[in-house]
């Protein structure tokens, strides 16, 4: 049930027998030129759709701005911060526990925000609720390990045909990834913002921009390539991982809340 369709009375009647809330979390940031900025939110918005369809809990609007600082400078990316977003979803979710809600399912498009919600996790947690971070990219790669992959890759541009093949852009996809060596020739551009010495990695958070035009940067054309992405994917995936957090959702139900701490 969305809440946006409901009326406040509907609303008190659901929290007499239940006391869970889905909030859909995600970002507005490049994810390659053949992906939409919207992707983070795109994709856990049609897994809520899907959700809405399976079972009857309340699914709060989407919070479509996300903890994306390393993006930024790729035109259409905004980021509202870590502190940002620790600030937004504790204004909302301290709104929903005050109604009475107590089980916080945040369904998450996007890495960085993690953080961010985690900090509001620990913080219910001290006041008798739970919250439940569900990453639904990570959660597909370990429910399929052929499914893995990360930021633009082959699994994320299956997420997409599995909301709109539409949109994306397949003339982008053939484009390899063109990581640069930006800091020097000594200390490589290794995962993510990382450099990599001596065979290990070393964080040296810098903008993504200055290591690639593109920004897919999925870290592997071998393993998690755009190209390898399906429309049946995509609609095997999301209506999959819909199902996975319906499931959660019904085990979180019986568990017993915590109690209040300090
Ligand atoms: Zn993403």
Known sequence: MFLEHMNYLQVEEYLTHDDTILIPVGSLENHGKHMPLGTDTLIPDRIAKYIEERCDVVIAPTVNYGATDDLEGFTGTVSIGVDGLIALLKTICGKFYDYGFRRFLILNGHGGNSKSIDSVGQWLYRKGAYLARLDWWL????????????????????????????????????????????????????????????????????????????????????????????????????????????????????????????
């Open 139 to 262: 959660i597909a790669g370990e429910i399929r390990p052929e499914w893995r992959g990360g930021h633009g890759g082959g699994l994320e541009t299956a997420g997409i045909y599995g909301v709109d093949p539409s949109l994306i852009k397949t003339e982008y996809l053939e484009l390899s990834e063109g990581i640069k060596n930006d800091v020097s020739d000594e200390l490589p551009s290794g995962n993510w913002t990382n450099v990599v010495f001596k065979g290990a990695n070393v964080a040296m958070p810098r903008a993504v921009r200055s290591i690639t035009d593109n920004g897919w940067l999925a870290h592997g054309m071998a393993t998690d390539p755009p190209t390898k992405a399906t429309v049946e994917w995509g609609n095997e995936m999301l209506p999959l991982m819909a199902d996975y957090v319906v499931d959660f959702r019904e085990a979180l139900k019986r568990a017993p809340l915590p109690k209040a701490c300090k």
